[in-house]
């Protein structure tokens, strides 16, 4: 069993930050990527950011220049760094991870986390 746990939501006005953060325990041989969904009401999820064990990043053309994503020093952690946030920022945020364990490479999804831009 693998589990994400994540953190960091909340209300900030707009322009503000937030961090958001995600920690996957359990059964783990490999992390494969780690990154963050987003989806409003009545809106598909999309793709905000992701990581990948070299480092690299893909973001969201909506986001980039403002969010960032990391790694923590812990293993199977990840950071969103949300700056200048707008109220079309309002979602409900999940981590999610590629992991590879004894069933092979499989997808989890944390609980969700919610996001509220508004003055």
């Known amino acids: 069993q693998v589990q994400l746990v994540e953190s960091g939501g909340g209300l900030v006005q707009p322009g503000g930050s937030l961090r958001l953060s995600c920690a996957a325990s359990?059964?783990?041989?490999?992390?494969?990527?780690m990154g963050w969904y987003r989806q409003a009401p009545g809106k598909q999820r999309e793709l905000v950011a992701v990581?990948?064990?070299?480092?690299?990043?893909n973001y969201a053309d909506s986001v980039k220049g403002r969010f960032t994503i990391s790694r923590g020093n812990a293993k199977n952690t990840v950071y969103l760094q949300m700056n200048s946030l707008k109220p079309e920022d309002s979602s409900v945020y999940y981590c999610?991870?590629?992991?590879?364990?004894?069933?092979?490479?499989?997808?989890?999804w944390g609980q969700g986390t919610q996001v509220t831009v508004s003055s």
């Open positions: 999610y991870a590629r992991i590879v364990n004894i069933a092979g490479l499989e997808t989890y």
């Open positions: 359990g059964s783990i041989f490999s992390t494969y990527a």
């Open positions: 990581i990948f064990p070299d480092g690299s990043t």
